[in-house]
């Protein structure tokens, strides 16, 4: 089976997190996933675009956040990018409770999240270019089981 994708691009407003979330979960619904595995699906869209807009363009509004989502085989790899700030030390922004704006009770989870509830996460950032997370997870298709 060929792949196929999905692409969508929207303002950094905070009301569009929950946009991007639904409408990833309706494209990946295709492959008939658990529960669970939606709602991981949903909170790493709902985490990596909620740090594009409160981190990579501090919460300004004229900034785009775009989701490119691919399915191949049993595979969905989403990639959520954006051209703001990006994130000086990776490493420090990858550690569990890490958070740069500590003043909007943030619990620093994000990243810890992602990797958590995905197979493989990938993050590609350069300052005062943008960030991109790439992230993919392997659906146990239900259609296969006998």
């Known amino acids: 089976m060929s792949a196929n994708m999905?692409?969508?691009q929207f303002s950094s407003r905070s009301e569009n997190e929950s946009f991007a979330?639904?409408?990833v979960a309706a494209f990946v619904s295709q492959l008939d996933?658990?529960?669970n595995e939606l709602t991981d699906i949903k909170t790493v869209v709902?985490?990596?675009v909620t740090n594009a807009i409160i981190h990579g363009y501090d919460n300004k509004e004229d900034g785009v956040v775009t989701i490119t989502c691919v399915?191949?085989?049993e595979t969905v790899r989403l990639t959520i990018e954006d051209s703001g700030m990006g994130i000086e030390n990776l490493d420090e922004a990858r550690q569990p409770l890490f958070t740069s704006k500590p003043e909007l009770e943030r619990s620093g989870m994000g990243f810890t999240i992602m990797e958590n509830f995905m197979d493989h996460i990938e993050i590609d950032t350069q300052v005062g270019k943008g960030t991109v997370v790439t992230m993919t997870k392997r659906i146990e298709s239900?259609?296969?089981a006998v």
Do not use: F, H, N, Q
Request: glycine letters at 0%; proline letters at 6%; charged letters at 40%.
């Open 21 to 23: 979330r639904v409408a």
């Open 71 to 73: 399915i191949e085989d």
């Open 142 to 144: 239900k259609k296969c």
């Open 33 to 35: 996933p658990t529960v």
């Open 46 to 48: 709902s985490e990596a």
């Open 6 to 8: 999905m692409k969508l």
